[in-house]
């Protein structure tokens, strides 16, 4: 075996694969064995981590360490791990969603999250009712030209409002997905 081809892969993700040894696994499969494998405070949204995973497999497969199932493909596809079939050898890296060191971002314990997660339903609702604001300055800008000049400069108001709070609203979401939540 030529051990000068190495492929560096999440040290979490090889060793599901190790586990999963002759048996088929889908995507989702290893993204639900991956997700207890990361702190609390660090885990990933679901489907960012299965996009992850499956990134990973095509990786793997074009390397002949994974291959199909069968004739699967598309959603629910399933792959078989099989390192002895390929002449790449496995490198181990750490896992993108495991930080660790000086530089983790702290996780907001729980009362910073319900606080936040007010917030956000807040601006949503604020949101809401500013766009439902600007849509009926418009509606009446366009059903009764005299009001024209009166209601024009309301309209850009409310839309300059909705914007505003748009931004907002993905600050704060930001802040939610960045910092992470307690389990």
């Given at each position: 075996?030529?051990?000068?081809?190495?492929?560096?892969?999440?040290?979490?993700?090889?060793?599901?694969?190790?586990?999963?040894?002759?048996?088929?696994?889908?995507?989702?499969?290893?993204?639900?064995?991956?997700?207890?494998?990361?702190?609390?405070?660090?885990?990933?949204?679901?489907?960012?981590?299965?996009?992850?995973?499956?990134?990973?497999?095509?990786?793997?497969?074009?390397?002949?360490?994974?291959?199909?199932?069968?004739?699967?493909?598309?959603?629910?596809?399933?792959?078989?791990?099989?390192?002895?079939?390929?002449?790449?050898?496995?490198?181990?890296?750490?896992?993108?969603?495991?930080?660790?060191?000086?530089?983790?971002?702290?996780?907001?314990?729980?009362?910073?999250?319900?606080?936040?997660?007010?917030?956000?339903?807040?601006?949503?609702?604020?949101?809401?009712?500013?766009?439902?604001?600007?849509?009926?300055?418009?509606r009446l800008?366009?059903?009764?030209?005299?009001?024209?000049?009166?209601?024009?400069?309301?309209?850009?108001?409310?839309?300059?409002?909705?914007?505003?709070?748009?931004?907002?609203?993905?600050?704060?979401?930001?802040?939610?997905s960045k910092i992470g939540?307690?389990?």
């Amino acid at each position: 075996m030529d051990k000068s081809q190495s492929l560096k892969v999440d040290k979490t993700l090889i060793e599901l694969l190790r586990e999963q040894l002759d048996t088929p696994f889908s995507t989702t499969d290893i993204r639900d064995l991956y997700i207890p494998r990361v702190p609390d405070g660090q885990r990933p949204e679901h489907n960012l981590l299965r996009k992850y995973i499956y990134k990973e497999l095509l990786r793997l497969e074009s390397a002949g360490l994974v291959e199909r199932h069968g004739e699967s493909r598309g959603r629910g596809c399933q792959f078989i791990f099989c390192p002895e079939r390929s002449v790449v050898t496995l490198e181990a890296k750490p896992s993108p969603f495991e930080n660790s060191g000086p530089n983790v971002e702290p996780t907001m314990d729980i009362d910073t999250q319900r606080a936040l997660q007010e917030e956000l339903s807040q601006r949503k609702i604020e949101l809401v009712a500013s766009i439902g604001e600007a849509e009926e300055y418009q509606r009446l800008y366009n059903k009764y030209p005299a009001l024209r000049g009166a209601v024009k400069e309301q309209c850009l108001e409310s839309r300059e409002r909705s914007t505003k709070l748009l931004g907002q609203l993905r600050a704060v979401e930001t802040v939610i997905s960045k910092i992470g939540t307690p389990s």
